[in-house]
Structure formats: C-alpha cells, structure tokens
Nanobody, 121 residues
Framework: QVQLVESGGGLAQPGGSLRLSCTGS????????INWVRQAPGKGLEWVSE????????WYADSVKGRFTISRDNVKKTLYLQMNDLKLEDTAVYYC??????????????WGQGTQVTVSS
C-alpha cells in the first residue's frame, strides 16, 4: 500500500522558516519524481516544486523560487521542502504527491494527507 506522510508544518512569522518532510512507503521511492503541492484557504491546488527521482533536477513555481528548496534522501525515503523568507501568502496545506502535478489533480498519482503551514504575525 502506497503511503506518503507529511510532517513539519506549523506556525511561522513572516520572514521565518519551516522545513517540511514527506516519508514514503509501499513503493520504490527512488523510482519516482515527487512534487510539493499546496492549497491555500478557499483556493485551488497550486504546484510548488518537483524533484526528479535521483534529486539531480529540481523545478519551482515562480512564487517560491529563491525562497524554497526541495531535496530528497532516497535512503531514508524522505522528501523535504526547506521554506525560507515565508510570506503570508504561503499559508496553505502542503501535500507531497507523485505523478505529473504541474496542473495538480488529486486523481493523479499518490498524495499524502497534507500538513498545515500558517504564516502570521
């Protein structure tokens, strides 16, 4: 059974940092590109970042470029998202998801349950 479990969300102040983690099980973690996708309150899904299966290539949405860093540890079967210089508009539930998610769809790939990130002063 494929499982993705996110952690690390919480409350941060504007300009602060958080590090999200996503641990996978039930599939060959190192065989898949994985994405971070977020959903802000009252809004649709927004693709945030993707990393290829070996971590050699990364891609970012313009809204987070230069502030967020995606990485992975295939031995630990864990995906990370280092979020720096957080802004109010980064408030969202953050999901890790397999599959092509540049136009995110919940019926594509496998998704975790999400972790809440709240940026507030």
């Amino acid at each position: 059974q494929v499982q993705l479990v996110e952690s690390g969300g919480g409350l941060a102040q504007p300009g602060g940092s958080l590090r999200l983690s996503c641990t996978g099980s039930g599939f060959t973690f190192a065989g898949y590109s994985i994405n971070w996708v977020r959903q802000a309150p009252g809004k649709g899904l927004e693709w945030v970042s993707e990393i290829n299966n070996i971590g050699a290539s990364t891609w970012y949405a313009d809204s987070v470029k230069g502030r967020f860093t995606i990485s992975r540890d295939n031995v630990k079967k864990t995906l990370y998202l280092q979020m720096n210089d957080l802004k109010l508009e980064d408030t969202a539930v953050y999901y890790c998801a397999t599959g092509g998610q540049r136009a995110p769809r919940r019926d594509v790939g496998h998704w975790g349950q999400g972790t809440q990130v709240t940026v507030s002063s």
